[in-house]
């Protein structure tokens, strides 16, 4: 059996058709399967931050000389109130004789503007071998301070003095206890 011209002719034209026909079909399906807009659930956008960090690290020197360096796993500057809130929070202060206060928090907050700040949320200080906890601590620029209205917990091994406020000025190595002091000191306690 052999085909006439026009069947020869016929069969690969409609062969054409049907890959026009099938490319056609594939860029429609395609083209609304793909395109469709995407739908995100649960987003929550935070109207106050001017602008998110996800690492944050602030150096502050004053007369040439480091007072303090900070680091935040996150920060968010907020829109008109000159602040960043800070999360998970290590600074180390620096003092007169350049000696290093370390400190860590779950939480801060810093004054953009004046650079003072407050940390929260298991907040600890170390100082050779001094550590101090407390909920809640202050840092006076300025006045180059950290200080807490809220109880503290000084611990030395195996001594320990608790009090309800306390305030250390950095550049004089001075540590101030106020309301209730009270501790327990092992027989090898030094002061120093």
Known sequence: ??????????????????????????????????????????????TRAAMKLDVLTHISKKNGIKEWELKATSATLLKDEDKAVLIDVSVIFFTKEDKQIHLTSQKGV????????????????????FILKTDTLHYNKKEHIIYSNNQVRLEKGD??????????????????????????FSENFNIQ
């Open 110 to 129: 810093m004054n953009t503007k004046t650079h003072d700040m407050i940390f929260s949320d298991h907040v600890v200080v170390a100082h050779e071998t």
């Open 1 to 46: 059996m052999t085909l006439s011209l026009k069947q020869k002719l016929t069969l690969p034209l409609i062969g054409v058709l049907i890959v026009i026909m099938v490319s056609i079909y594939g860029f429609f399906y395609f083209n609304t399967a793909f395109l469709k807009p995407v739908q995100f659930d649960d987003i929550k956008i935070d």
């Open 159 to 184: 001594s320990v003095i608790e009090a309800d406020s306390m305030t250390t000025k950095l550049n004089e190595n001075t540590t101030i206890l106020k309301g209730n002091v009270r501790g327990n």
